[in-house]
């Protein structure tokens, strides 16, 4: 690196454009593939450190379509805005956002390099081909189906229905349908296939038809949208949560289509509870998790402790349900804060941002049926009974009380640790700056020589 790119990075306002530009950029990657705004703010603020610009001259409004930038101070104000114009979920992605902010303060990259970098995050392509994907969905809502009590032929079933139901999406996608309405007839389409295994297996296979949807619930939109909230980013949370509520609800159409076409009697009253928890579930879980994992583009190598995070997760949610008597808020909140607990020590090993392992070993516990059950109730506001509404209601308050235990599960150990951690970041970043600015001091003293 000359004089000219160190004296850029050393000073706030040299190149401003460009570094607000870079800046944005990070924080469109990251909003746009699955990050909260937490972590958005923190990996843009790492960056805004890296660039030269001290953090009390830097200025942001994060919400889940646009992101705004301020950087000021007594005597210049420069102020950009950005569209984040779609949102998905690449943890391959996050991870590399997060590596990129801390290796180009070690490494002491030049801003062109660092562009050159981010580019590079932008245009990778996905980690799975699509038909892996189809597989990981597939196998992700078996899992559930044997979590809700199944056996391994409507595991089986499940997997089909939803292999089905993901590549009708996927084409829907390809011949540019809107997103709630490719949501809405995957779920019609992978619902009448779970219908028609009645004719090959002789009964309605009541499992398959609650269970080959799911892939299509937004668990980790939801769970930021209540991270988000419990952080004060409340217009983002909202708008998450508004997102969700409308992917749930383009889910529950479809699948009330189905159900008027095929004439299915109702089934959102059927019984969810295994009956034990034993190795069957414990594979459950594992395949649940690592199914979702490939549907989120995360590392291959992290596939295997993301199956064991699912086991650990679901298996003490179990063990404090059925064996203890917890409800299920609570022993919900309990496996995704075991969960949480053992990722703050296992992230400083595989070198991953501490989402990527709690979020996905979390996911087979977000009660997506609950909800759905709740928006059916809605539907048939005018046909069901007082009973079935209530039954309705305390569904979905059920559902929201347990994503909210799971949110609070995975980031509560970060929570009472937050003072540590922040610190820790703060020393580091310190360190890295004092090199960086050790090297320059020496670069110039050289150079008088």
């Given at each position: ?57 830097i ?32 943890m ?13 303060l ?35 809502c ?7 009590g ?70 980790i ?51 969810l ?41 679901v ?31 296992v ?61 609070i ?13 922040a ?26 020589k």
């Amino acid at each position: 690196m000359d004089k000219a790119e160190r004296d850029c990075l050393m000073t706030p306002f040299a190149q401003i454009g460009n570094k607000l530009h870079l800046l944005l950029h990070t924080g469109q990657l990251l909003m746009e593939n699955g990050a909260d705004s937490d972590r958005t703010v923190r990996d843009m603020m790492r960056a805004a450190a890296y660039m030269g610009i001290p953090k009390d001259q830097i200025h942001q409004h994060v919400m889940y379509t646009t992101l705004m930038l301020n950087v000021n101070d007594d005597e210049h104000t420069y102020t950009e805005f950005r569209k984040c114009h779609k949102h998905g979920v690449n943890m391959t992605t996050l991870t590399a956002i997060s590596k990129l902010t801390w290796r180009a303060l070690e490494k002491d990259y030049t801003l062109a390099e660092y562009e050159r970098q981010l580019q590079h995050i932008e245009q990778a392509g996905p980690v799975y081909a699509p038909w892996q994907m189809a597989l990981g969905a597939g196998v992700a809502c078996g899992g559930f189906c044997m979590l809700f009590g199944g056996s391994w032929l409507d595991f089986l079933m499940t997997a089909i229905c939803a292999w089905i139901g993901f590549w009708v999406r996927r084409c829907c996608m390809i011949w540019g349908f809107h997103p709630y309405a490719r949501i809405a007839i995957a779920a019609f389409c992978a619902t009448m296939a779970a219908w028609s295994m009645q004719f090959v297996t002789g009964s309605i296979a009541w499992y398959p038809i609650i269970a080959c949807t799911l892939f299509m619930v937004p668990g980790i939109p939801l769970i930021n949208a209540i991270d988000d909230l419990l952080n004060n980013f409340i217009v983002s949370g909202m708008t998450r949560a508004m997102n969700t509520l409308l992917i749930v609800g383009a889910m529950t159409f479809g699948i009330a289509i189905a159900v008027r076409t095929g004439g299915i009697s109702d089934f959102t009253t059927v019984g969810l509870q295994p009956g034990n928890f034993y190795l069957s579930l414990m594979a459950a879980a594992a395949i649940a998790s690592m199914g979702f994992s490939v549907i989120f583009n995360l590392p291959r190598r992290l596939l295997p402790l993301i199956g064991l995070g699912g086991i650990i997760a679901v298996t003490t949610r179990n063990i404090f349900v059925m064996e203890l008597g917890f409800s299920q808020a609570a022993g919900s909140f309990l496996g995704a804060a075991v969960v949480g607990l053992l990722a703050l020590k296992v992230v400083h090993i595989v070198h991953v941002p501490n989402i990527i392992l709690t979020i996905p070993s979390a996911i087979p516990m977000v009660p997506g049926v609950l909800l759905y059950r709740l928006l059916f109730a809605m539907l048939n506001i005018q046909t069901v009974s007082a009973e079935q509404l209530m039954v309705g209601l305390r569904s979905g308050v059920t559902a929201i009380i347990v994503i909210i235990a799971i949110a609070i599960g995975v980031t509560i150990p970060s929570i009472f640790m937050e003072r540590f951690i922040a610190k820790r970041r703060e020393r580091e970043l310190e360190r890295l700056l004092a090199l960086r600015a050790a090297k320059a001091a020496g670069e110039q003293a050289a150079a008088v020589k």
